[in-house]
């Protein structure tokens, strides 16, 4: 019973790691754009 219970917490954690995994990659991809051109400008 008690490992059921903590089976489906799991999972329900998992899922809200899938989530904030969909949330924070857009978000990291733009920086790491940003930081990219920075470096170019950088250089030039």
């Known amino acids: 019973m008690i490992a059921q219970q903590a089976n489906a917490v799991a999972q329900q954690a998992n899922v809200i790691?899938?989530?904030a995994n969909a949330v924070?990659?857009?978000d990291f991809?733009?920086?790491v754009e940003k930081g990219i051109d920075f470096c170019k400008r950088s250089n030039i």
Do not use: C, N, V
Request: net charge neutral; charged share 20%; proline share 11%.
């Open 24 to 26: 924070a990659q857009p």
């Open 17 to 19: 790691a899938q989530q």
């Open 29 to 31: 991809s733009r920086d």
